[in-house]
């Protein structure tokens, strides 16, 4: 395990691909090959071999160094959970704050992460959409249509994947304004919505797979 030198090369450890910004710390010197593993969740695939090659042209021009990025993508929980158990990683780019606070809190990066870069150190943000078959036969139209005994709904896990925990606190938020804080009707609408679900994939690509290729569920939650 390079746990000294992911705490030491990795400065910050941000979400999405401004974390390769903590590459530039890497002094092998000019005309030496280096490889960086980039320990990430499961959207970002085609972003970053789009973003790798990118990065490649303007690291071999600043520093005369070839670089290769080494790739690993699963749902964020497991992928800082793999992190933490002895998955080598000089990069890590994952889903959620805590995620990325429970490898801080495992020792393995430094505190107050969040300040190495601007905005607590997430390039961007995102919402929960409802995708759904074409022409919606089944009118799915806001949250109360996912608890229909009708409805079969599509999300990943939220112990392996970051996007369902966003998915899940998104209904529970929503719970909490339709049933005024009522925790018994919101835990009972959270306990509906999951009912309702198919097939808890471990991360959002897997899932994607279940709802667009194989044809499970009416509706797939997705951020």
Not at 17 to 36: E, L, M
Not at 45 to 61: A, C, D, G, V
Request: proline letters at 3%; glycine letters at 8%; a negative charge.
């Amino acid at each position: 395990m390079k746990k000294k030198k992911f705490r030491n090369l990795c400065l910050a450890a941000v979400l999405g691909i401004a974390a390769f910004a903590g590459v530039c710390s890497y002094d092998a010197g000019a005309g030496t090959n280096i490889h960086i593993i980039n320990v990430s969740y499961d959207p970002t695939r085609e972003l970053n071999e789009s973003y790798n090659k990118i990065f490649k042209e303007h690291w071999k021009e600043k520093t005369g160094q070839d670089v290769d990025v080494i790739q690993s993508h699963g749902g964020s929980g497991k992928q800082a959970l793999e992190v933490i158990n002895g998955l080598q990683a000089d990069v890590v780019t994952l889903a959620l704050e805590y995620d990325i606070d429970a490898i801080e809190n495992s020792g393995m990066i430094r505190d107050r992460w969040k300040e190495e870069f601007p905005d607590d150190s997430a390039p961007y943000t995102s919402t929960i959409v409802f995708l759904v078959r074409k022409g919606n036969p089944k009118n799915i139209q806001d949250w109360n249509d996912l608890i229909r005994d009708d409805v079969d709904v599509i999300t990943p896990n939220p112990k392996t994947s970051g996007g369902a925990r966003w998915n899940y606190l998104a209904a529970w938020a929503y719970a909490q304004k339709q049933y005024n804080r009522n925790e018994e009707q919101m835990e009972n609408f959270i306990k509906k919505l999951y009912q309702n679900v198919l097939v808890l994939d471990s991360g959002a690509r897997s899932a994607t797979t279940s709802f667009a290729e194989n044809g499970q569920g009416d509706v797939k939650r997705e951020n």
